[in-house]
């Protein structure tokens, strides 16, 4: 199994990126899936968290400007950043909390990272 994440990229502060990361590979049942970020010298904090409901959580420095969001027939979730600013400048990660096709556990299944820079 295997995540894959895109849509990084330079942005001015203020403006807008969308992340998207595909899941693919001998998947039986995505339960969460969810977005985490680390900036340089940091640790890696979550961002965003959605079940498979599409019950979504937020951390609060985010909250009104991201929006989680996934659909499971192409098992991908997405995060639609705006107003963005330049504290959110790091390398976003996406993980999937899942079920293989062979029903093995896989709770911490993460994508290779996506860059975000966000300028002044």
């Known amino acids: 199994v295997q995540l894959q994440a895109s849509g990084g990229g330079l942005v001015q502060a203020g403006g807008s990126l969308r992340l998207s990361c595909v899941a693919s590979g001998s998947i039986g049942v995505i339960n969460s899936m969810g977005w985490y970020r680390q900036a340089p010298g940091k640790e890696r904090d979550l961002v965003a968290s959605?079940?498979?409901?599409?019950?979504?959580n937020y951390v609060d420095s985010v909250k009104g400007r991201f929006t989680i969001s996934r659909d499971n027939a192409k098992n991908t979730v997405y995060l639609q950043m705006t107003s963005l600013k330049p504290e959110d400048t790091a390398v976003y990660y996406c993980s999937a909390d899942l079920y293989t096709a062979d029903w093995i556990r896989a709770p911490y299944v993460w994508g290779q990272g996506t860059l975000v820079t966000v300028s002044s």
């Open positions: 959605i079940d498979s409901g599409g019950r979504a």
